[in-house]
């Protein structure tokens, strides 16, 4: 069960790296946050990729991939960090599992895939499991969970990633068919670390160069770490692939959820563990059963 060993560890490294980046998060924007850590992981996938298998003879589709999955994965992932820095950790992170709900409407669209009757089960565990995670016991069972998923802008942030990643994961298949696993992962990486510079020369242009890179420098640490937490869970993810099928490995991997819960309660005093601990399990339950298809 090697496969199993190294998809936990990704879902370890997946968390560690969303709770080092809510750290740094903490007095750096979304941007230099994001140019740090995908620059940091883009190097060191590349060094893996050079001591290992070497440059791959790029495929057709290549360019078709990074030129649109890399524009999405710029816009998610900036998304992605913006949510976690401005809502609770254990509130934004467990939304991320509604991927398979979304993918149940792009897949037939981009790729002919229909849903299948554990689809439609694993759903609604999708469903239940994000109403429990805005559950707040004083309240009662009331539509007000629902609506907090709406009206919270964390909330509104994740699922929105949630989405984009339900279509960029087809363009992942397609540039890693068509290059590599390191490969690929070292481009998209790269590609969203340049899209990131723009605004981070914008910011050192208005507040000045020296004061964004004394606040880089306090928080490097932080960001460097989420970069190397980011290649180390991306390149245990890749190799568990070769050993177990993609949605088992994809379905061990969104633990992270729950070991990012248990984060936010024990290193930044989120409240609630008990309802989002019990939506995020859920929520997990629901991506396994979809994954058993």
Not at 19 to 28: H, N
Not at 191 to 197: K, N, P, Q, V
Not at 236 to 245: D, G, V
Request: charged content about 10%; some cysteine.
């Amino acid at each position: 069960m090697l496969w199993l060993a190294l998809a936990s560890g990704t879902a370890l490294c997946e968390a560690l790296k969303d709770a080092t980046g809510k750290q740094a998060l903490k007095s750096l924007d979304e941007y230099s946050v994001l140019l740090g850590f995908t620059s940091a992981g883009a190097l060191l996938m590349a060094m893996l990729m050079l001591a290992t298998e070497g440059p791959p003879t790029l495929g057709p589709d290549f360019g078709l991939a990074i030129l649109v999955g890399g524009s999405l994965n710029i816009l998610a992932f900036t998304l992605y960090t913006r949510a976690i820095k401005i809502a609770d950790l254990s509130l934004t992170v467990p939304l991320v599992t509604l991927t398979p709900l979304f993918l149940l409407v792009t897949s037939p669209i981009i790729v002919g895939e229909w849903p299948t009757g554990l689809d439609v089960m694993g759903v609604l565990f999708l469903i239940v499991g994000s109403y429990i995670l805005n559950l707040k016991p004083s309240e009662g069972l009331t539509l007000a969970p629902l609506r907090a998923l709406m009206t919270n802008p964390g909330s509104r942030m994740m699922m929105g990633v949630a989405f984009l990643w339900s279509i960029t994961s087809n363009f992942d298949k397609v540039g890693t068919l068509n290059s590599s696993s390191l490969f690929w992962g070292m481009s998209l990486f790269g590609t969203i670390a340049m899209g990131m510079m723009p605004f981070v020369v914008q910011r050192a242009w208005q507040k000045g160069a020296g004061l964004v890179i004394g606040e880089l420098r306090s928080q490097a640490l932080f960001v460097v770490l989420a970069g190397v937490f980011n290649a180390i869970g991306v390149s245990l993810q890749f190799i568990a692939l070769t050993l177990a099928p993609v949605a088992q490995v994809i379905a061990v991997k969104r633990m992270s959820a729950l070991i990012s819960v248990g984060f936010g309660y024990a290193l930044f005093g989120e409240t609630g563990l008990k309802e989002r601990l019990l939506g995020a399990a859920i929520m997990v339950s629901g991506v396994a059963i979809m994954a058993m298809d």
